[in-house]
């Protein structure tokens, strides 16, 4: 297994935790959801509302492996339906309540760039490598955040949670970028910061594999799948 680019004609991002901060975007978007689904069902719902998404509000950080980690957004939200049913008298008032304190989190004013990502992304460009986002995010928060960062032209492919190619750990969603791009998996870097990443890149046969520690997951969880573990994209070996 290599542990360089040599022998790569792309590589695939995660966006949230590997591009963008993810507890600062999905921190404050749980505890703001909490606070409108209590005021929305009078109950003090937040809580199990937390629990169940895998939000510790204590620490505004997010635990592996749980829905918010790696689900997509209509996943979540059923997620939260569910709880939210346990606490109301009937479905017709859950219903209205999660409609009533549903919200998409804006992806322009919470995305917290991990590194400086027009140099990193210009300095792959220029070993004429190519540059993908695979991410269970949906399609439209994904654009905006790639524009309001700037990098959205240097990016040739995008694979979102709501394009029905698959979602993480599922390698569809790799396969249908590599196809897409005329590049063999095998000469394809995937770069996460979950275990779901780095799973999606081996089922896929991505011929490296790197594992972020700005995210969600620890090294020991990103060690097993990993061909490197590094502190954040910023230590990539472009050069």
């Known amino acids: 297994m290599t542990r360089t680019l040599d022998g790569i004609d792309l ?3 995660d966006k949230d935790g590997t591009l963008i901060d993810f507890h600062a975007m999905w921190g404050g978007w749980a505890m703001d959801l909490g606070r409108r689904l ?4 009078r109950r003090p719902v937040a809580g199990d509302v937390f629990a169940t998404i895998g939000f510790d509000p204590s620490r505004g950080r997010v635990r592996p492996g ?3 980690a790696i689900a997509t957004m209509a996943e979540i939200r059923e997620v939260i339906a569910a709880v939210v049913r346990r606490w109301c008298p009937n479905v017709g008032a859950a219903r209205r309540a999660v409609d009533t304190a549903w919200f998409v989190p804006d992806p322009v004013s919470t995305a917290v760039a991990t590194t400086d990502l027009l140099k990193l992304f210009g300095a792959i460009r220029d070993r004429r490598l190519a540059i993908a986002v695979a991410t269970t995010d949906d399609r439209a928060p994904t654009e905006a955040t790639l524009r ?9 492919a995008l694979a979102c ?37 780095l799973t999606m890149g081996r089922r896929a046969g991505a011929g490296l594999v790197i594992g972020v520690l700005s995210g969600v997951d620890a090294a020991d969880r990103l060690a097993p799948l990993a061909d490197l573990v ?10």
């Open 66 to 68: 749980t829905p918010l």
């Open 148 to 156: 309001a960062l700037g990098i959205r032209e240097h990016v040739s």
């Open 11 to 13: 590589i695939v991002f």
């Open 161 to 197: 949670g709501d394009d029905g190619v698959g979602v993480k750990p599922d390698p569809r969603m790799l396969l249908a970028i590599c196809e897409g791009l005329r590049v063999a998996p095998a000469r394809t870097a995937v770069v996460g910061d979950t275990v779901a990443d």
């Open 38 to 41: 209590e005021a929305a069902t």
């Open 230 to 239: 590094l502190s954040s994209i910023a230590d990539l070996p472009i050069d």
